[in-house]
């Protein structure tokens, strides 16, 4: 049974950073495609960052730059490292693996639907 959970939301100020992990079991995410969503009160969920089992990582432009999704594979855990934290980074944030994907420099994030496996999220409040 493939379980993933997130932990590490929190409320902070604008500006600060938080680091999410999403600890796997049943699978191992070195082998998978793994995604990290976020979806705010009356909003899409929206695709942040991937990492396929290859290590290309392709990030959302809206999150470039500010956001680092890496693999700890000791561990099989999902990381996300964040930034420069806005109030617009407000939300439940997912992370989510598929065992079918490939990603490469300038393809587009894979949409939530080509993920099979999720977890049950974590809050992260941003303000101002």
């Known amino acids: 049974q493939v379980q993933l959970m997130e932990s590490g939301g929190d409320s902070v100020q604008a500006g600060g950073s938080l680091k999410l992990s999403c600890a796997a079991s049943?699978?191992?995410?070195?082998?998978?495609?793994m995604g990290w969503f976020r979806q705010a009160p009356g909003k899409e969920r929206e695709g942040l960052a991937a990492?396929?089992?290859?290590?290309?990582?392709i990030y959302a432009a809206s999150v470039k730059d500010r956001f680092t999704i890496s693999h700890d594979n000791a561990n099989n855990n999902l990381s996300l490292e964040m930034n420069s934290l806005k109030p617009e980074d407000s939300a439940m944030y997912y992370c989510?693996?598929?065992?079918?994907?490939?990603?490469?420099?300038?393809?587009?994030?894979?949409?939530?639907?080509?993920?099979?496996?999720w977890g049950q999220g974590t809050q992260v409040t941003v303000s101002s």
């Open positions: 989510a693996a598929t065992g079918v994907c490939r990603l490469w420099a300038g393809s587009p994030l894979p949409s939530r639907y080509e993920y099979n496996y």
């Open positions: 049943g699978i191992a995410i070195s082998t998978y495609c």
């Open positions: 990492i396929d089992s290859g290590g290309t990582i």
